[in-house]
T-cell receptor, first 114, second 113 residues
Framework: EPEVTQTPSHQVTQMGQEVILRCVPI?????FYWYRQILGQKVEFLVS????????KSEIFDDQFSVERPDGSNFTLKIRSTKLEDSAMYFC????????????FGDGTRLSIL | QKEVEQNSGPLSVPEGAIASLNCTYS??????FFWYRQYSGKSPELIMS????GDKEDGRFTAQLNKASQYVSLLIRDSQPSDSATYLC?????????????FGTGTSLTVIP
């Protein structure tokens, strides 16, 4: 069964550094998403992406964050000038279409900011 | 602010019993509803989706939706120790050109052998 893949599985970064999290969505899916889950807390929506542009973004997704689809398969989340509070699991998800579709999640990247 | 509320638990049931998980949501414009299972340190895994009022059954799982009451539930029959996990309620609201999922905080379920 096709799946969303994320790399790396664990990223350790010094505070203030930039980090790029990578995702390969399911190949025929059109909508892509990033979520964040701080340890012990709920899954929080960051951003949705369609047709090479951001569709929706939450209040969390400020100027520190950016997303890109640099080629036909990868979908990346860049976090600039990382802060301690950016430590979390970051999940990528995708759907075939926007309406009513359940989202398929990758295994996540655990980001640890030191 | 769109909210999805769940009882955080923990909920403990003996093996073979029925586990009942509940969720309420605040946005009347919500159109699709999902239950995900999340094991510790893992990603959410889709269990059930439901879009219209009533019950939907899939194996040991039954999802129930009542849009008038803004309430969705998940019943797990013949609970197994492997069902022990956190269950996340997710609600989808069409917004502008995309869609957003709002997750509840999850209910921790423990099935006691």
């Amino acid at each position: 069964e096709p799946e969303v893949t994320q790399t790396p599985s664990h990223q350790v970064t010094q505070m203030g550094q930039e980090v790029i999290l990578r995702c390969v969505p399911i190949s025929n899916h059109l909508y892509f998403y990033w979520y964040r889950q701080i340890l012990g807390q709920k899954v929080e929506f960051l951003v949705s992406f369609y047709n090479n542009e951001i569709s929706e973004k939450s209040e969390i997704f400020d100027d520190q964050f950016s997303v890109e689809r640099p080629d036909g398969s990868n979908f990346t989340l860049k976090i600039r000038s990382t802060k301690l509070e950016d430590s979390a699991m970051y999940f990528c998800a995708s759907t075939p279409d926007k309406a009513y579709q359940p989202q398929h999640f990758g295994d996540g990247t655990r980001l640890s900011i030191l | 602010q769109k909210e999805v509320e769940q009882n955080s638990g923990p909920l403990s049931v003996p093996e073979g019993a029925i586990a009942s998980l509940n969720c309420t949501y605040s946005d009347r414009g919500s159109q699709s509803f999902f239950w995900y299972r999340q094991y510790s340190g893992k990603s959410p895994e889709l269990i059930m989706s439901i879009y219209s009022n009533g019950d939907k059954e899939d194996g040991r799982f039954t999802a129930q939706l009542n849009k008038a009451s803004q309430y969705v539930s998940l019943l797990i029959r013949d609970s197994q120790p492997s069902d022990s996990a956190t269950y996340l309620c997710a609600v989808n609201t069409l917004a502008n050109t995309g869609n957003q999922f709002y997750f509840g905080t999850g209910t921790s379920l423990t099935v006691i052998p």
